[in-house]
């Protein structure tokens, strides 16, 4: 209980304060416990954020995979609407945190599991590609996968994350149709 009130303090006082005033005093206090308690769990403000970043990346992901898993014996057009709106929803989890750890863990050398796409993503992907194979022209299914899962995270992440506030629902369904379009006419 103690590691999970730490991370989810980290994760709160990172959105408040961002990265660099974030600190262990900061992030104990929030979590109701000492600071020789969080350096029992933890060796650093660095560990922690880690920690933050890792489970994030696992909630977003566990969407992205459902819906690929959900997405497998649609149509094409069908199954990238439904990827694209589960990329949206996947965003839409705790955005002002996702932004802090997109924005400040890079340059920081954050580590390459806090990101949504990692290699499982890409793979997943390609999986499914290669199951829709006949819907679509030939094409390198790596590099296919690389371009529509890359292109799918970069709109959908700049959606939610910088431009949620001015979006409405409308907006978003419009994105996902113009993302929908993108995505399957590349393929095709």
Known sequence: MTVDALIEATARVLVKDGFDKTS?????????????????????????????????????A????????????????VAVRKLVTAAIDAHRIDPELHRVLAEQMPRRGGP????????DTYALFEAFLEAHRDEFRAVDLELAAFVCVTSIEALTHTAVVHHSD???????????DEATRLIVGYLR
């Open 62 to 77: 566990q969407v992205v995979r459902e819906a690929l898993a959900q997405a497998g014996a649609l149509p094409i057009d």
């Open 24 to 60: 262990t005093n900061r992030i104990a206090e929030r979590a109701g416990v000492s600071v020789g308690s969080l350096y029992q769990y933890f060796p650093g403000k660095e560990a922690l954020v880690a920690a933050v970043a890792e489970r994030h990346s696992q909630q977003l």
């Open 112 to 119: 390459e599991n806090a990101q949504l796409l990692n290699g």
């Open 166 to 176: 001015s979006l409405s629902d409308e907006a978003f369904e419009r994105l996902v």
